[in-house]
C-alpha cells in the first residue's frame, strides 16, 4: 500500500486496486499490457479528479515540459514521501498535459521507461481525499478510494472489461 506524507491529504484507506495480468506477448505499451491498462482507467479517473501530484525524475523525457507546464508544489504542500520533484496539475485545466505525459508512442522504449519508471508517483485528487494512486514500477500499487465517487467502479469496470486480464477489485491489503 501506498502512503502519503503524515497530514498532507486524508488519508483513508484504498476501497479497490486495478489489478492486471497482460496475457502472454503483450507488451506493456499494449492495449493489455500494465501501461496500456492504467492509461485507460486515467480516461475515467481523471474525470473524478480536481487536481493530480505527480513526482518525476529529473531524467524523464519531458521533465522540462511539465517545470514549464505545470505548478511545482512547494515542500510544505508536498503529498509525497521524501519528494524533490513533485507537481500539480489542475483538472480539467491541465488534462492534456497529464495525458501527454502518460501516454507512450508503441515501441518507443525510452518513453516506455519514462513512464514507468521516471513518473515515480502520481495521485489523482478530488476536493474530498484522493481517487487514484500509483507507484507505475510497482503495479501492485495502483490503489483507488471510491469514498464519495458514486459509480466510479461500475464506470472502470465497463471501460476495462474487454481487455483480458484486467480487473477492479477491492482492497484487501496485499
Known amino acids: 500500500m ?5 497530514g ?7 476501497t479497490h486496486k486495478l489489478v492486471t495480468q497482460s496475457p502472454s506477448g503483450v507488451k506493456d505499451w499494449d492495449e493489455e499490457g500494465i501501461i496500456g491498462v492504467e492509461n485507460r482507467a486515467m ?3 481523471l474525470d473524478h479528479g480536481s487536481t493530480v501530484h505527480v513526482e518525476l525524475d529529473p531524467a524523464h523525457g519531458q521533465f522540462e515540459t511539465i517545470q514549464n507546464k ?7 504542500d508536498r503529498i509525497f514521501v521524501a519528494s524533490e520533484h513533485e507537481h500539480r496539475a489542475v483538472l480539467p485545466e491541465d488534462r492534456t498535459s497529464v495525458d501527454s505525459l502518460l501516454e507512450i508512442q508503441a ?3 525510452d518513453e516506455w521507461s519514462d513512464r514507468l519508471f521516471n ?3 502520481f495521485a489523482v485528487l478530488s476536493d474530498q481525499s484522493w ?22 467502479v461500475e464506470e472502470l469496470c465497463k471501460t476495462l ?3 483480458r486480464g484486467t480487473t477492479v477489485k477491492p482492497f484487501d491489503g496485499s
Open 131 to 152: 481517487t487514484y494512486r500509483s507507484v507505475p514500477h510497482e503495479t501492485h500499487i495502483r490503489e483507488i478510494n471510491t469514498a464519495g465517487h458514486d459509480g466510479l
Open 8 to 14: 498532507s491529504i486524508d488519508e483513508e484507506e484504498p
Open 43 to 45: 480516461e475515467v479517473i
Open 119 to 121: 513518473i515515480e508517483a
Open 70 to 76: 505545470l505548478t511545482q508544489v512547494p515542500e510544505s
Open 2 to 6: 501506498m502512503t502519503f506524507r503524515n
Open 107 to 109: 515501441d518507443d522504449t
Open 161 to 163: 472489461e474487454q481487455l
